[in-house]
Structure formats: structure tokens, C-alpha cells
Nanobody, 120 residues
Framework: QVQLVESGGGLVQPGGSLRLSCAAS????????MNWYRQAQGKERELVAG????????KYSDSAKGRFTISRDNAKNAVDLLMNSLKSEDTGVYYC?????????????WGQGTQVTVSS
């Protein structure tokens, strides 16, 4: 079955760095756009970063741009999010998301989420 398994979350001090990883299985990873979403307490889930199927483009939220880097390795079915210069506002649950087509049908998959807490 389809699985998206996040790792790398935890507690980090402001200004620090953290790398989130997402391991995918059970679907054709290279045919899916991959995204990282974040949901902070009391706020709606927002797109933090996205990357095209063959890494031909990336996109970032205004808050993430310049600080976060999304990357993928299609040979390993993995997508990472490197977060630098972390702020308290980056605190939230981060979700790995896959969006694409399988057999002509649109599909969207989600991981369970991993908590990132930025605090001194």
C-alpha cells in the first residue's frame, strides 16, 4: 500500500537547522509532485514547499523562501526539506504530500505528519 513516512522532526532552537525526510513507497514516485505542508496550532494547513516530478522547478511559501530547500531523489523515492534559520513561527506539524496521476486518475497522498518545535 501507499506509504509516506516522515522523519527528522523534533525540537530545535531559533536560528538552528533541521532536515526533514520523507520516504515514499507503493506508488510511482517519479510521476508525482511532492510537497511539504505545515499546520501550526490554530491555523490552516499551508503549503511550505513543492518540487516538480524531475526537479525542474521548486516553489516555496513567502515565509520559507530563502531559508528552506526542498529536494528529491527519484532513485530513492525520497523527498527532503532542509530548514535553516528556523524561527518560532516555523513551529507546527509538517506533512509530506504527493500529488499526481496513476492510471489516468488523480491521486493525493499524505504522511502522518511530524512535529517541529522551534523554541529557546
Amino acid at each position: 500500500q501507499v506509504q509516506l513516512v516522515e522523519s527528522g522532526g523534533g525540537l530545535v532552537q531559533p536560528g538552528g537547522s533541521l532536515r526533514l525526510s520523507c520516504a515514499a513507497s507503493g506508488f510511482n514516485f517519479s510521476n508525482y509532485i511532492m510537497n511539504w505542508y505545515r499546520q501550526a496550532q490554530g491555523k490552516e494547513r499551508e503549503l511550505v514547499a513543492g518540487i516538480a516530478m524531475s526537479s525542474e522547478w521548486t516553489k516555496y511559501s513567502d515565509s520559507a523562501k530563502g531559508r528552506f530547500t526542498i529536494s528529491r531523489d527519484n532513485a530513492k523515492n525520497a523527498v527532503d526539506l532542509l530548514m535553516n534559520s528556523l524561527k518560532s513561527e516555523d513551529t507546527g506539524v509538517y506533512y509530506c504530500n504527493a500529488y499526481g496521476m496513476t492510471g489516468g486518475l488523480l491521486n493525493e497522498y499524505w504522511g502522518q505528519g511530524t512535529q517541529v518545535t522551534v523554541s529557546s
